[in-house]
């Protein structure tokens, strides 16, 4: 199964990086092992050649995801990982600092093998909420939007905004609005898809 959260890589001069991306587990987010597949060209790909250490979070506060796609990261600071040269973001739910043991680079979207190495469970993450997940599918649109139609993008933003307008919080509703206005901007960067 993959779950989204957010990863740290060490960046230029070991300064945190981080983007959102979904590992997959062979079970759950309790095993020992996950592949991570950043995309060829992704800074988070490029940092885990350079340094083959990390941290995934869970966290569920999906202003992060949508702060960190749009590109106005606010985000908490982060403190150093224990037993990985890397670094973990504060506040979150749960950080698994990890090691790359194994590393395919061969496709658009690499496979790199982790073995977790220490785990760190701070606070309890909140249950199921609709518009938290629709905000969550709104920021992975939003990432793609140069591979998407304009058209496609809107709809399938309409068909999530409901769940947001009506279980949301003003957290999840902001997130949705700023990941929204990025994927449909008018300065769009140029679509690999014909419109
Ligand atoms: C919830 C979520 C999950 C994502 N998972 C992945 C992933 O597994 N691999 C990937 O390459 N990009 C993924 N993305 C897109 C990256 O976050 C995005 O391309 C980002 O710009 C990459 O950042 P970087 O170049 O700083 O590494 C995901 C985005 C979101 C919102």
Redesign the pocket.
Known sequence: MII?GLVTTLGPAGAC?V?????RFENSEWDDSFE????QG????RHLVEHPEGVFHLDDRVML?AQ??VGGWEGPVCSAAEVVAGWVVQGVCRAVEFRVEGQDLSGM?SCLSCRVMRRHEYRAMSGFNRAKHAV?EA??LA?RRHMIQRGELESRLADLYPLVSKTGGSEELQAFALLRNYALADDQVSRQVAQ
């Open positions: 989204e990086h983007a959102p991306m979904g590992p991570l597949a950043p995309f992704s800074a988070t790909l995801f960190l796609i979207r969550v920021a992975i990432s």
